[in-house]
């Protein structure tokens, strides 16, 4: 059977949002997890900015918007069950709402969990009521 | 406020399942995005193996059990939502049921989708009845 070429993913299939990974284009780094409905896939296409659908607020969420920490998209790639969307972006400050580079800053071993990455910003500066 | 250590995701927050994402260990290609509840995570913690559950099959799913393409777990991470599981694996051939080393093989422009991955495996032949 020959592989499909969606224009894509599949957001019927998936309920309307299908997951997002977020990977640092330069280093590989994992960044982020999010959720995209079809104006949010198709807003990051058009304008090369991540453009991700936040479920909590219910709406559009530009990423970076209140921080500054933008993703530049470099490129886009859809799996094979056209349920999940990869981004490799170039990350602008944090990509984390805590601070750090990357949401998975928390490893999980058999015996621990422990905190592995670097916070690079306040969180409290970065989200916090601008002057 | 301190960052907490949860010693799992937070699988009830997130309706019983979180996506996890496998990531190669070695070369940081995302190869996957698949889901765990809480057995399938606390089975992955233990063994070193990657398990998955599968939404389509409705049961615990040990990659590679079929195929041979097992991953080797080398660290666990987990968002600061506590609701996305990262897994950096050591991929035993492809990670794709496609035949590719990675489910993301397709890419996304504004003017086309082009296959970028290259086949590792005929799929018939990995998913195919045993002689």
């Known amino acids: 059977m020959p592989i499909s070429l969606p224009r894509e993913p599949d957001f019927a299939k998936a309920g309307g949002l299908v997951p997002a990974i977020a990977q ?3 280093n590989g780094e994992v960044l982020m997890m999010a959720w995209m409905n079809p104006e949010a896939f198709a ?7 991540a453009v991700y659908f936040s479920r909590s607020r219910g709406k559009l969420w530009r990423k970076g918007e209140e921080s ?8 886009i790639f859809v799996d094979c069950d056209a349920d ?4 490799k972006v170039r990350q ?3 990509a984390c709402h ?5 949401c998975f800053f928390r490893q999980i071993t058999p015996e621990e969990t422990k905190i592995v990455g670097d916070r690079l910003v306040d969180p ?3 989200y916090g009521k601008k002057p």
């Open 24 to 26: 640092d284009a330069d």
């Open 43 to 49: 807003e990051t296409l058009a304008t090369g900015r």
């Open 68 to 75: 500054g920490h933008v993703q530049t998209v470099v490129s």
């Open 84 to 87: 999940c969307v990869l981004l």
């Open 92 to 94: 602008e400050g944090a």
């Open 98 to 102: 805590e601070g750090y580079r990357t």
């Open 124 to 126: 409290a500066e970065a």
